[in-house]
Structures are given as structure tokens and as C-alpha cells.
């Protein structure tokens, strides 16, 4: 089945700095979605973004489906940016294969 | 309104013991999951309704039965719980178009353990 990896695992940063989180996966896709775990665990869709460029207030994301990555920006984090992200393809159907997530921690 | 509804929020099984997990949508989406989430992974499909009727088998199905009520309903039953099975299971349901979801979204999650 379809590989897809994520990359840092982890992340810590201060409050008001960027990061970019990087998501390859090995085959061609129907849809790409980035999602956000809070640390009380709700999982929340930030894009759907199967290619070109989203934003989002401080997020925005780019996928390259060509050269098979997508690419989450955030900008001036937060606190409340703390936790984890996953990025998820759909192949065939709507199921999603999910990335392993980066743990994103923010620190005041 | 209300979303994805999953209950209940937390259990504790004995090895052997069988359950069932509950799961409601609002959003008139055709398509449902169920997923589980282990420490430090991302989520695995264990089944999917594509639509009213149908439930097809997902990444890991192993040991897990379900059954599409309605269009609103999707429960998952365990019928003799493994230690294997300890994890945080998730709901979640969308609107299938072509070859695409829309509205993907998830319940807040059963943290089952078993013992």
C-alpha cells in the first residue's frame, strides 16, 4: 500500500516562530488532508489540498502532487498550535492512510 | 450541532469480555470509519461504509465486526477483547463524491483498555 512519512517526528519551539512540516507519500493520490490533534486528542481538518496552495490565517499549505510532497507552514505559533500533526492521503475511495504525525510543542 | 458522537468515552475490558462501541453523525454524510490510534502512530483503518448497507474491511479488521444501522449509525463490536486491542478508537464520517471525501470529520474518541 501507499508509504507516507512525515517529517521532524518532533518539534519544539518558541512562541512566535515559523516551522514547516513536511509530508512524502510514494504514490499518486486522489486528496491530501492535514489534520490537527489537540493535546485532549479532537482531531480537527486544517486542508484538504490534493495540490497547489492554501491559506489559512496563520497556516497555509502547498502540495507538489507531481514530485509526490505537501508542505504545512505556520507562522507566528502559538501555544495553542501545540500538538500533533497528521497529514492523511486518500488512494482508493475515501479511506485515508495516515503519516506517523509530528509532535509540535510550542513554549510561552 | 453536534457532529460525531462516540460513545463511550472511556473503558476498561477483562481479556474475553465482548462490547460494543457506538457512533452517531448529524451531517447526512454517506461514508463512515472506524479508526484505531496507537502511542506514537498515526490512525489505521479498521472498516468502512461507503454508504447505507455496505462495510467493507480496512487496514486492520482482524478481531472487530461492524454494522451500518442507519445512515446516521455505525457501531463496531469486539467480541472477545485481546490486550492487542488496547488503543483510542475514532468515528468518523464524510461525503463521498467521485473519487473524493468532503467534510471529513471525527468524534472526540473511546479510550479503550484491556486487561
Known amino acids: 500500500g501507499i508509504q507516507v512519512e512525515q517529517s521532524p517526528p518532533d518539534l519544539i519551539l518558541q512562541e512566535g516562530a515559523n516551522s514547516t512540516l513536511r509530508c512524502n507519500f510514494s504514490d499518486s493520490v486522489n486528496n491530501l488532508q492535514w489534520f490537527h490533534q489537540n493535546p485532549w486528542g479532537q482531531l480537527i481538518n486544517l486542508f484538504y489540498i490534493p495540490s497547489g496552495t492554501k491559506q489559512n490565517g496563520r497556516l497555509s499549505a502547498t502540495t507538489v502532487a507531481t514530485e509526490r510532497y505537501s508542505l504545512l507552514y505556520i507562522s507566528s505559533s502559538q501555544t495553542t498550535d501545540s500538538g500533533v500533526y497528521f497529514c492523511?492521503?486518500?488512494?482508493?475511495?475515501?479511506?485515508?492512510?495516515f503519516g506517523e504525525g509530528t509532535q509540535l510543542t510550542v513554549n510561552p | 450541532n453536534a457532529g460525531v458522537t462516540q460513545t463511550p468515552k472511556f473503558q476498561v475490558l477483562k481479556t474475553g469480555q465482548s462490547m460494543t462501541l457506538q457512533c452517531a453523525q448529524d451531517m447526512n454524510h454517506n461514508s463512515m470509519y472506524w479508526y484505531r490510534q496507537d502511542p506514537g502512530m498515526g490512525l489505521r483503518l479498521i472498516y468502512y461504509s461507503a454508504s447505507e448497507g455496505t462495510t467493507d474491511k480496512g487496514e486492520v479488521p482482524n478481531g472487530y465486526n461492524v454494522s451500518r444501522l442507519n445512515k446516521r449509525e455505525f457501531s463496531l463490536r469486539l467480541e472477545s477483547a485481546a490486550p492487542s486491542q488496547t488503543s483510542v478508537y475514532f468515528c468518523a464520517s464524510s461525503r463521498t463524491g467521485g473519487v473524493k471525501s468532503y467534510g471529513y470529520t471525527f468524534g472526540s474518541g473511546t479510550r479503550l483498555t484491556v486487561v
Open positions: 492523511a492521503v486518500e488512494t482508493s475511495g475515501s479511506r485515508l492512510t
